[in-house]
């Protein structure tokens, strides 16, 4: 599974951006997609949000609940972060990965993805 992010950049804060991450290879109907991030200086990815590939179902973390939409379009392979009323605490880099699961639980935990993108700079100026 090959995974790539895009639709990062510098923002305002209060503005929004709509990250993509297109997937390819092969995928299974018990997967999920999440996206993590990773804020400068800190250890470690923090959930953002997650996908089921299959049914849809949405699981969502603290910091991005009721700002942040994620969503995905089966037919071309993508999964997107909606991210609205963005602040200079969501600069980070966003990862988008692939999980072999549809388990809440797991899709909440990085160290259980096996497959990432590069990630993609997302800065939120104030």
């Known amino acids: 599974v090959q995974l790539v992010e895009s639709g990062g950049g510098l923002v305002q804060a209060g503005g929004s951006l709509r990250l993509s991450c297109a997937v390819s290879g092969r995928t299974v109907s018990s997967a999920s997609i999440g996206w993590f991030r990773q804020a400068p200086g800190k250890e470690g990815r923090e959930f953002v949000a997650?996908?089921?590939?299959?049914?849809?179902?949405?699981f969502y973390g603290d910091a991005g609940k009721g700002r942040f939409a994620i969503t995905k379009d089966g037919d071309k392979k993508e999964v997107y972060l909606q991210m609205n009323n963005l602040n200079p605490e969501d600069t980070a880099v966003y990862f988008c990965?692939?999980?072999?699961?549809?388990?809440?639980?797991?899709?909440?935990?990085?160290?259980?993805?096996?497959?990432w993108g590069e990630g993609t700079q997302v800065t939120v100026s104030s």
């Open positions: 990965g692939s999980i072999p699961t549809s388990s809440e639980r797991a899709c909440r935990l990085a160290d259980k993805y096996d497959y």
């Open positions: 997650a996908i089921t590939w299959s049914r849809g179902f949405k």
